[in-house]
Each structure stands twice: as C-alpha cells, then as structure tokens.
C-alpha cells in the first residue's frame, strides 16, 4: 500500500495502476481494500486508464444495501482487465427497476444486471408442517418469481444477468431434523438454490453465494448487526470475497478467464527435488501425509484440465530428470501427456512462460503461475506483470484451496469445445510432428484432409460463438465483443450475414473455430466482426470464408465490401489481412484502423485444401 | 496501547474513512462537526474501528455512538 502511495506521489502512474489492478486480485481483507479503493479513485481522478477493450456497464440492483459494494466491485472488476461503469438502484426497488421498461436501470442499457436478492426477499416462505408436495410448488412459485423477473427485464433491456442465490441461515430452529423436513427454511432455501440452478436461462448466471457462503462459514459470512443497522447483504469480513467472485463472473461473460496454468514441478507438483532426492527420494502418493498432500493437489489440476483448462509445466531441471517421475512413478496422478507443454531448463521463468504463450497461440495474460520458490514467483511478477501469479504457502495442502479460491478459470458456459480442449492442443502437435517430416506446405495441407462447414449463427452454438467472440485476441479484426444477447440479435436480424466455421481434419474435430458477421446497408456489405481460433491458423479457413462471404455477397447484390482493421496490442497477426486477401485500401475516412474495400465482381476465389461439408 | 497511539490510530481511521488527511478529532467531535459523518459513513467508520482496534461493538452502541468522546472512553474500556 505505501508503495502505491509513493507511486502515486512521484507521478508513476502506469506501474500505479499495475499495481493497484494486481492487489485488486490478490488482496481480500476488507480494510486493505477499502483503502485500494480509494487510491483508485485517486488515481482516476489523476490520471485515467487508456482506452481499455471493454467498458462494461454495470446495473446494481439489490434487495440490500449495495453503496459499499460498489467501489470494491468497480476496483475487482477493472482489476480483471475489463472498464466498468456502475449504476446503482436505491434499496429495495429492484422489482420496480426490473419490471418498468422506463425505469432508470432499464434507461441505463447494463452489459450485465446484478441481481442481489437475500432471503428478506423471499416471497412466501413454506409453513409449519407443509408437505413436500407443496414444499415443491412453493420452491417453483420462488423460482418463477426471481427468473420471472429477469425474464421480464430481458425482453425489454437484453442483457446478461447475475442472480445471487441464497446461503442458508445461521441458526436451525429444527437442529439436525432439518434435514429431513421439508418445510425447514434451509431446507427449502437448498431446494431454492437447485431450481434455480436447474431453471436459470442462458442469460442468467447464478453467484453461487450458497458455495461461497459455506467456504467461509454462514456464521463469518453474515453480520447480523450490520444486517439490521444497515442491510448489509454480507460480512464485512467476506464483503472483498464476495465482490471478487462476482467480478470474476463478469469477467468470464467478456473472456476475462485464464487458458493456461504453467506449474513448476520440485515441491509444487511433488515434495523434494528430483534432481537431487531421486525418484525413491521424493513424496508423491499414499501412505505418507505430505505424499498424499501433492498427490491430491495433482488431483484437483487433473479436474481443471478435464474442463478445458490447459496444463503446462515450467521447471528449471535436466529435462530428463524432470520426466522421470511421469514415466516411471505410478503414484503421479498426472502423465506427460497431461501437459499441453513441457518447459524443463535452466532459462528464466518469464522467458519460458513468454514460449509457452507463443507456442499456444494464447497472450501472456491467459496464462497463471503456480511455484513453490517465492523468487521466481517474484521474477515472473515483475517481468511479465500479466501473468497471474498465485501466492502459495508453504504447505502443500493448502494448494489446491489456494488456487481454487483465486478463480482464475471462472467460466459460465461450458462447451463441448472445452471438454476436449486438451485432445486438441495435443493434436495440434502431432500436426507440428507431420510437418515437419513433409516438405511442401501445400502438400502437408493436403494430407491434412480437411473439412468444414460453414452455416449461419444457429442457436445451438451461441455459447460456444459468444464465447469465441469474447477471448479470440489474436486474429481478430475489430474486436467487438458482444454478450450471448447481442449476438442472438444479430442472429435474427436478417440484414446480417453470419456465419461460423467448424473445422475437422484427419487427426480430429477442431470444432467451431471462426465467426464472421457483417451488416448489409443498402448495396454494401460492411464486415462488423471477423475472427478465428489460433489453432487453425496458415490452414486457409481465412481464404476458404473470404471465398464464401463474397459468394454470398454477389447473391445478396452487394456492390461492395467494406472491411475495418481495428488495431490492439494483439491483434498485429491480422494487419495485412485484408491486402493479402486482395481487398484495396480506402482513403482514411476514421483515424481508428485501416479501411479496406473489395469488389466482388472483382475477386477470383482462392484455391484451398479444405472440402466443403453440410456436414461432417 | 497507550492514549497517544491510540488518539492516532482513530485519527488515521477518520482521515481514511471520510477520505480527508486533514481531519482533525477530539473528544467533542461529534457528526455534526464532519461533513460527510451520515448512516452510511458511520457504519464504514465503525467497521474501520473495529478492525483497527481488533474488537467488537454490540448492535446497540454502533447504533449510539456519534461522539468521539464516547468511542474513545469504549475502546479503551475493551482494550486488554
């Protein structure tokens, strides 16, 4: 904290924000954040961001107090990479602002509605002696109440919606028999919590305040003083805990989520070093406490990686000492094969961290840092200030609580994509494999034997192409992001040409791995979004789009293309995208990008290795 | 913890919470001396305390306490 304020005194106010933004992560205790949070508004005030990808605006709605949620909220938010305005509704008017198409909130036109209901909103609770049945249709009725409102919000403020579910109460005026009576009020608010769960549409998320609430326990999570003086909806002690879980929920909805975690493997996947204990002398597995300590810790990684997350390994180590355990240790709950890289050198981190991003085709800031030696946790923090950087302690069963709590790989949707990320990236390299061993790289794209399709935006895939929407950095024209609503809209407005490509080649399904949308005003076809998936980069999906678009351009009777680049930090991939595909440079009419526009009665089609399929 | 550190620590508390290093206590201050000491102020500044000072105030007096003098009299009463 001094050094923010000394920062700030000498006018160093890009390292402020870095470092402002990183404890907005990292910190939890409530007295810390509350005076980050007023550096940051300091530091706003002095000298603003740049221009940041996303401002996202907020609409707080609560049947509680939400004044001091929201300057933590705004901190952990901006603290995920995102901008953010907030516009708070007074206590309690949350029914009102959700139902009246005119109200403030409604006006406001959020990216996302917080919704932060407690159980003092609970319409009707079950009484003394209610049956299950009707238990069951009061939980319906609750259930219809809170996702009928949003319904009614969404039809006229399409928006994404973030609705708190209920922690159960404190006290258990049944004792244990609670449990087994339906009528119980934590009884009831657990059957709440699953039907909501079951019920909430596409556009509601659900805060799973229940979860967090347990993690922490109800007794530390809810301040009954400060419920009654104030309606403070939680602890202070869990306010940070709780504006950070929600941020990450909003994070997640514009692709602020983490790809990759880079683990170190001496004393962070393993206690001991190989290099020097051996394999008989290191602790992984059963029969000894801190062995079973790495052996879970491997466990839970093995669950992030079956979601999606990949798993990559950064250890200074003799490569061949470092893959001794994985071959030959059958305690190892995790294989080589787990991993997506294997980095064993004696580079520093951040060089192999900056390889790692590179050969993933993902930005240094997807990236999370997980080593045991503070040093290096401290060199990756100041040379790549992007990677997240999990502070561990030095007990091996604290690991996996410690990363779990951080939240880095918050999502909320969950593709088939996702499941079999890990087989993709895998494949990816046995591609690299092939070419290699094959000189032309026409005739390497030949042998890939590719397929896709190309179909307009169908309901069936909106997750998967918000999702791509959201975190595709790299090759990306205008990096529009869109929520899941704005891109159904798209969907049905018929004066826009969507489409997504779905790739598959001889060693797999590469899945939905492009997205293009363009608006046709009058006889011209203005390209809104356009973007791919790294994976399949140099493979002609670019050229095999560019082909159709303009074929369907000339069926629509479109005179011209009219195609933007809007350029980032990480978009360079696609600068010259345009000139390579033939399109010719218009005068400068913005200052913002490059304009580009192509004739199709001009352009001859580009010959690629990649079969057209209705499908495959 | 002796008188003088702590007439510091609350002072560093006030400052903090009404976001103001000029602020100025003592033990006649009351709300109606500091501009921006309303409901919401208050509970902030009572939870600030409490966390300075490692204690807990019942509902009761974070509802009455509105006088510096008081705060103080009650802080040092809980100290060990």
Known sequence: MDGLRELIRLGQYD???????????????????????RWHKRLREKAPRRELAKTVRIALLGGATTELLEAPLRLAVESLGLGCQIQRASYNLFVQEMLDADSATAEFKPDVAILLGTHANIPVWPAQG????????????????????????????????????????????????????????????????????????????????????????????????????????????????????????????????????????????????????????????????????????????????????????????????????????????????????????????????????????????????????????????????????????????DYPGILDDAGCFEITTLSAEDLQRVAQYQRNAERKVLQSSIGDYDDYLRSLDQKAVIRPFEAKHLDRITQLINKSNQFNLTTLRLSRSQVEERMRNPDMLTLYVRLADRFGDNGLISVFCGERVDDELNIQLWLMSCRVLKRGVEQLVCNYVVDKARGLGVSRLHGAYLPTAKNGLVRDLYPALGFVAMSNRHDDGTHWSLDPARYSPFEVSIQLAEDY | ???????????????????????????????????????????????????????????????????????????IQRSP
């Open chain 1, 130 to 397: 209610d049956t299950l049945e009707r238990v069951d249709v009061l939980v319906e009725q609750t259930c219809d109440h809170w996702l009928g409102l949003c319904a009614r919000f969404n039809e006229h403020t399409p928006c994404e919606i973030v609705l708190n579910n209920f922690h159960v109460l404190p006290t258990r005026p049944l004792g244990n028999l609670g449990v087994k009576t339906p009528w119980d009020a934590n009884n009831f608010l657990r059957r709440v919590n699953l039907a909501l769960g079951d019920r909430a549409p596409a556009y509601v998320h659900i805060n799973d305040v229940e979860g967090l609430a347990a993690r922490y326990g109800v007794r530390q999570w809810f301040d009954e003083r400060y419920w009654y003086l104030a309606k403070q909806p939680v602890s202070f002690e869990c306010l940070v805990p709780y504006v950070q879980n929600t941020a990450r929920i909003i994070g997640a909805l514009f692709g602020y989520t983490a790809k990759c975690l880079v683990l170190d493997l001496d004393n962070t996947l393993w206690g001991g070093v190989i290099g020097d204990d051996g394999l008989d002398g290191i602790a992984i597995g059963e029969g000894d406490g801190v062995g079973e300590a790495y052996k879970a810790f491997q466990e839970y990684l093995l669950k992030l990686k079956q979601r999606g997350i990949l798993l990559a390994v950064c250890s200074k180590n003799e490569e061949e000492n470092a893959l001794k355990p994985f071959i030959e240790l059958p305690e190892m709950v995790l294989k080589r094969d787990d991993f997506v890289c294997f980095k064993a050198n004696w580079e520093p981190k951040p060089n192999n961290l900056r390889e790692i991003a590179a050969e993933l085709n993902i930005g240094v800031n997807s990236l999370v840092f997980v080593d045991d030696n503070p040093a290096e946790r401290e060199i990756v923090r100041q040379w790549l200030p992007e990677v997240r950087v999990i502070e561990l302690t030095d007990d091996p069963a």
């Open chain 2, 1 to 75: 913890m002796d008188e003088a550190t702590l007439w510091e620590t609350l002072t560093r508390v006030f400052q903090d919470t009404f976001e103001d290093d000029e602020i100025t206590i003592g033990p006649e201050t009351t709300a109606a001396d500091i501009e921006d000491w309303d409901s919401l102020t208050h509970i902030q500044l009572m939870v600030a305390i409490e966390r300075a000072f490692k204690m807990r105030f019942n509902t009761g007096e974070v509802a009455s306490l509105a006088n510096v003098g008081e705060l103080v009299a009650l802080v």
């Open chain 1, 15 to 37: 390292q402020a924000w870095s470092c402002l933004l990183e404890a907005g992560k990292t910190v939890t205790d409530y007295t810390r954040y509350a005076s980050l949070c």
